[in-house]
């Protein structure tokens, strides 16, 4: 089964142009930094996450063993998409809407009031462990894993352009509000990772344990730090702005790709990642980039594209247009990459601070 004609359902005769008008500026809801949330806020966002865990989910259970909950139905909904929106022409538009139908579930399902923060790399690259997001504290994601050498990252694995260094955990969550947040899917075996690949039949299996990671400040030195950030948004066109954010050549390795590995274990597997909540902050990071770099000359920015719907873009793989359609499963109809464009019309009102 190749994901790829799935995605692209030819629906270029229905295509829409943008429709109406962008929200005002000062209408939008704000998503902020978390280390500008308060205290409660940050509380909030926290309860929210583990009501989701209290929610039933909305899958098949007898399809998706795997799926516990209603958080889960995220996870499940990422990894059946995994080959296609990864170091391709997708990365962007789905993980828009993912991040926004994430909001909005924690929001309507669990009466959260506020809005996705953000994880802001380039404020804590020299110490992940002191940052308001990771120090591990109640008020935090919690921390680092514990170490555990047996499961630090294979340092061969390194793209081209990090100096890796082995991490400083590896085993599961040691403190904070997410010690016992439960995975009950994967990690996939990196080998089901390429262009044109299949998931493994059994990737929905329910596999407990906990959520692991392995701090590895290399990869967020490098590639998530103030001068890489401003450099990424001093592009003009979306090609240059690709690589830096998410290079589709396997070898390298880019803000949004530098992020997940920085946290390691869980976030490192591109199939599963979502089931660290980290995944959230950390993707709507990588929205209020692009989101920024579009405003700065949004006429001629908010319908640029590039790449196709195959992972690490192979040569012949259909190319993402406006009218690409795009699919969430079980958690939305599908939609055109033009109705995700515009963080400020459509369905969309939000902005970042
Ligand atoms: C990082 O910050 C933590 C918490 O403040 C501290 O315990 C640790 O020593 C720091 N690590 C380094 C390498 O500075
Ligand atoms: C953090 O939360 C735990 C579990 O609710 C609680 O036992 C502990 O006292 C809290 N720590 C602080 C510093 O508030
Ligand atoms: C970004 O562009 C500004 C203005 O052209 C320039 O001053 C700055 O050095 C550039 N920053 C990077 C990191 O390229
Ligand atoms: C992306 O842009 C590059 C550089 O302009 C171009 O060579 C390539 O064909 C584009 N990729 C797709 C899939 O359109
Ligand atoms: C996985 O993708 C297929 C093909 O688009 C779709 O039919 C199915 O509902 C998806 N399942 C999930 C869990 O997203
Ligand atoms: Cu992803």
Redesign the pocket.
Known sequence: MRLGSLLVTALVAFAAPHSGSRCRSEDAAVRRDWGDLSADQRIEFIDALWCLRRTPSTLPHDQFPGVRDRYDDFVATHINYTLSIHSSGLLLPWHRHFTWLFEKALQDECGYTGSIPYWNWPLFTTNLSASPVFDGSNTSLSGDGYLDHSNHKAVPACPRNVACRQGTGGGCIMAGPFQDWPKNMGPVDRKYYQSYGTLPPDVFAYTPGCVKRDFSLAYLQTQNTA?FV??M??TTNIVDFLQYMDPSESYLSGAHGSGHRGLGGMMDDPFSSPQDPAFFVHHSMVDRVWTIWQDKDFVNRRDQLNGTTILFDPPGSPVVTLDTAMEWGYLDGPKRVVEVMDSRSGEYCYRYE
Do not use: E, F, R, S
Request: aromatic residues 0%; charged residues 20%.
């Open positions: 001068a401003d450099a948004l001093n």
